[in-house]
């Protein structure tokens, strides 16, 4: 236990007191040495699970093809693919020339081989990311891209795990040269996600605020001093990020501004790299969009006039102010019909080439010469439809048709976009997955619609498809909406009500859990548990209203469907109630922390990863970062007192009662820049001290930011850890 020191915190005439509030003060040394006491006793009071933490661990590695390579993708002159090496934690990214494909458009036969070696005579080791780590104990890899006429690298680095990034230029050398990679001087320190090449000497990229929020645009000249670096834009509107991105067809870098709930997006062209950005459509409350551009047009896909968004088509030479699809708006005048034209500022018209489906939410587009691809979501299922288009030098001076939908073979399951860096290609990358199919990669003619299996990923260890079912139930919440759960479980394991169940969830930001295949839950699923998601709502799975329902002051109702999935997971006899463990990390980890306090009987036990459980007091706190961009999704508790009794009354943190809760296994990362250690670290105590029976893990790593450790044997370890906690509460430590 720390050391109370009390500290009152009001607001809004209440008044909170908050004991542990010291602890989220790093410089004071003994926030540091409570946090390595945390650690000292998980290790003691986890010890005994240690022999089946290697068991796990071990089972974990076997099952994975550790020397391996993704299938390769064609760009210009060249294929681009990643592989990895036994022993080592880190992917090396490669090329080897197109000509040795057996076609310009068959992915060529490439080895995968040990440290070293080269994947094929002609290779390119393009970026080692394990000679980027050396002996360091985190390292992440923030971008990488290639210049357009692929001579040269721009990549970045953050070696301690809070997202600031160091940048570099490398020079990369001809097809037939066998000269290896090297940087250039040029060195960027304090960049942000975000790199965009306008031309081969011209590269962008972001900087972060001291809220660690992107919120400038920086150009820089190949081979010159970074101090002579230029700032093209600045967004001080503590709502926005700042991003930036190149057009498909490399005609465009896009300036990206995003809120939670709004956009504007700005253009400049390649051929003109020191110019000034245009915007495409100034930002407007409440409207979100997105850009890609094909055959002169700009395509939008926005929310302005359809709720689960729709695609338009604007001129790209003269960008304007907005879209509807009603009466236009701006300095010109006009009005325009659901599928027709309409006037926009200045002198150009919009066309809706996709009207909104019902029962269909369109997350993104994509562009080829011929087609149009769009990402859906449909009864809660991620989908693919190809659009193509008319002939002619304006393909989108009409409506499309609708197209058709690239075939999925499991329900639950998903698709998604694979790397399909060229727009003249006929060929579209796409992956898939169920709980039941491994990750698999598709190269699909969208002409024939005959798709080919590049690759499907490899399980070793014997695994059969075939001894797993998985499935999509229904939940009802309390308000009558039926809340999708997918599951999966051993075919012989008996759906009779004595199978524990590991229950996942996360239910915020728009922001879908996809049922997915994963090999490291087999060892879950072999040893008799179910594994299910509850798609509760905050989340897309069932378009925006799905999530409307889950955020701001209804953000409440994402805990009590969680509860309603858990119910129901155990009255159906799917599971046993009394072995029910939950799980969900950083926002799901609010989820976490609020389900407990909503039904503190319902779960056997919980883990919570990096969670969000003390929202209140970081909503209110201006200085920390994220928080006024957070607003948007969890509410302005400072300004709106009906927002504040809304938090007030589900923060994990203040809501903590004296009762019997289930075991707990929280973890923190010291260098998190997202949910601060202090959060989990303060809820522990918190959950302690309400009754003497709590008993409460907090496993942190001081070495690591949100997402824990970098290399990939630590990840292993980590899940190992995290399986063989829940693997004991469900009684299945065998």
Known sequence: MAERRPKSLRAHGDTRIDDWAWLQDRDDPAVLAHLRAEQAYTDAMTATMRPLRDRL???????????????????????????????????????????????????????????????????????????????????????????????????????????????????????????????????????????????????????PDAANRPFQLWRHAVSTDSATDVLVYQEDDEHFHLGVSRTKDGCYVLL?????????????????????????????????????????????????????????????????????????????TGTGTGTGTGTGTGLHTWVEVVPER???????????????????RIDGSARIRVLPLPAGPDPFAEPLDDGWLVPCPDTPSTSWAGPNPELASTTLRYEYSSLVTPRSVFDLDVGTRQAVLRKRQEVLGGFDPSAYVSDRLWADAPDGSRVPVSVVRRSDTPVDGTAPCLLYGYGAYEHSIDPVFSS????????????????????????????????????????????????????????DGSRLVARGGSAGGLLMGAVMNLAPQRFRAVVAEVPFVDCLTTMLDDTLPLTVIERDEWGDPVADPGIYAVMRAYSPYDNVRDVRYPDVLATAGLEDPRVGYWEPAKWVQRLRAAHPDNRVLLRVELQAGHGGPSGRYDAWRDEAFVLAFVLTEMGLDR
Not at 71 to 87: C, E, H, L, N
Not at 100 to 122: E, M, N, W, Y
Not at 321 to 328: D, E, S, V
């Open 520 to 575: 490291i839950r087999l060892s879950l699923l072999d040893r008799g548990a179910v594994f299910a998601i509850a798609h509760v709502r905050g989340g897309g799975e069932l378009g925006r209203r799905w999530y409307e329902e889950g955020k701001l002051a209804a953000k409440p109702t994402s805990f009590s469907d969680f509860v309603a999935c858990a119910d129901m997971l155990a009255a159906s006899g799917w599971v």
């Open 256 to 332: 990206e501004l995003h809120s939670k709930v709004t956009s504007e997006v700005r253009a400049l062209h390649c051929a003109d790299p020191t110019g000034t950005f245009t915007t495409v459509m100034p930002r407007r409350a409440g409207v979100e969009y997105t850009v890609e551009h094909h055959s002169g047009t700009f395509l939008v896909l926005t929310n302005d006039g359809a709720e689960n968004f729709h695609v338009i088509a604007l001129p790209s030479g003269t960008p304007g102010t907005g879209t509807g699809t009603g009466t236009g708006t701006g300095t010109g």
């Open 57 to 207: 661990f071990e089972e974990i590695r076997s099952r994975i093809v550790e020397t391996d390579l993704s299938v390769p993708v064609a760009k210009d002159a060249w294929w681009y693919y990643q592989r990895t090496v036994t022993g080592l934690d880190y992917p090396l990214h490669c090329r080897v020339p197109r000509s040795i494909g057996p076609d310009r458009d068959t992915p060529p036969a490439l080895s995968a081989v040990g440290a070293g070696a080269p994947g094929h005579p002609d290779e390119q080791v393009l970026l080692d990311e394990n000679a980027l780590a050396g002996e360091a104990a985190y390292l992440a890899v923030g971008d990488l891209a290639v210049s357009p006429g692929h001579g040269r690298l721009a990549y970045s680095v953050d070696m301690t795990g809070d997202e600031r990034f160091t940048l570099r230029v490398r020079a990369l050398t001809a097809p037939d040269s066998d000269t290896p990679a090297a940087d250039l001087p040029d060195v960027i320190d304090g960049t942000s996600y975000g790199i965009a090449w306008a031309d081969d000497a011209t590269v962008f990229y972001t900087r």
């Open 358 to 376: 019902p029962g269909s939410r369109i997350d993104a587009l994509d562009v080829m010469a011929g087609h149009l691809v769009l990402h859906e």
